[in-house]
């Protein structure tokens, strides 16, 4: 089944260390995601893409960057993780197409920062 | 930008009561309001949206209504099951086809006892 995939799914790190999260994709969708969720604050974007090369910042971009150098790739990174960026990280797709935009979501990555 | 909030935050019913979740936004231009359902330890999945061009839209046990002028929306669950209980997160964007500018509510954790 085309699916959306999250690597590593936990991840227990230290401060100041240097973190990637990998997310790929086998629905063909051209738009890609990455939210972090905090309990009591829902999902925030944290960006967002819309093609290879398409790189846009959403609403809490700061300490992280992506890469997308493939349709099917969308990367996380955390340059030196700090202990409030532990959460839990989906990635995720859509394709407004067909009448409908939905979010398909991955897994999840779960990140702990000592 | 948007800010949607959610409430409640925690809700217990018993299987066969309904429930409701409400949520209210506060950009008069976002026009359309998806739900998501979160189940422990899953991704989040689409359950039900709904566009600003209709006042409610039923899909078997769950029903959403949309009030534009008071800017709110809620989510109806009749009949529940224990397979109801999830975290529910409210979301509006402004523009169906996008959605980086959509926020998502702090979500509400249903719990329906047997």
């Known amino acids: 089944d085309a699916d959306v995939t999250q690597t590593p799914r936990n991840r227990i790190t230290k401060t100041g260390k240097r973190i990637m999260l990998e997310c790929s994709q086998t629905?063909?969708?051209?738009?890609m995601y990455w939210y972090r969720q905090d309990p009591g604050l829902g999902l925030r974007l944290i960006y967002y893409?819309?093609?290879?090369?398409?790189?846009n910042k959403g609403e809490i971009s700061d300490g992280y960057s992506v890469s997308r150098q493939a349709q099917a790739k969308f990367s996380l990174s955390l340059e030196s993780a700090i202990p409030n960026q532990t959460a839990l990280y989906f990635c995720?797709?859509?394709?407004?197409?067909?009448?409908?935009?939905?979010?398909?979501f991955g897994a999840g990555s779960r990140l702990t920062v000592l | 930008g948007e800010n949607v909030e959610q409430h409640p935050s925690t809700l217990s019913v018993q299987e066969g009561d309904s429930a409701v979740i409400k949520c209210t936004y506060s950009?008069?231009?976002?026009?359309?309001f998806p739900w998501y359902k979160q189940e422990l330890g899953k991704r989040p999945q689409l359950i039900i949206d709904?566009?600003?061009?209709?006042g409610e839209k039923k899909d078997q046990r769950i029903a959403v209504t949309l009030n534009k002028t008071a800017k709110h929306f809620s989510l109806h669950i009749t009949e529940t099951q224990p397979e109801d209980s999830a975290v529910y997160f409210c979301?509006?964007?402004?523009?169906?086809?996008?959605?980086?500018?959509?926020?998502f509510g702090a979500g509400t954790r249903l719990t329906v006892k047997p």
């Open positions: 950009d008069s231009a976002s026009n359309y």
């Open positions: 893409s819309f093609d290879v090369k398409d790189i």
């Open positions: 629905k063909g969708h051209d738009r």
């Open positions: 995720a797709t859509s394709n407004p197409t067909g009448g409908a935009n939905v979010l398909t």
């Open positions: 979301a509006a964007s402004q523009n169906f086809w996008n959605n980086n500018d959509m926020r």
């Open positions: 709904i566009r600003s061009n209709v």
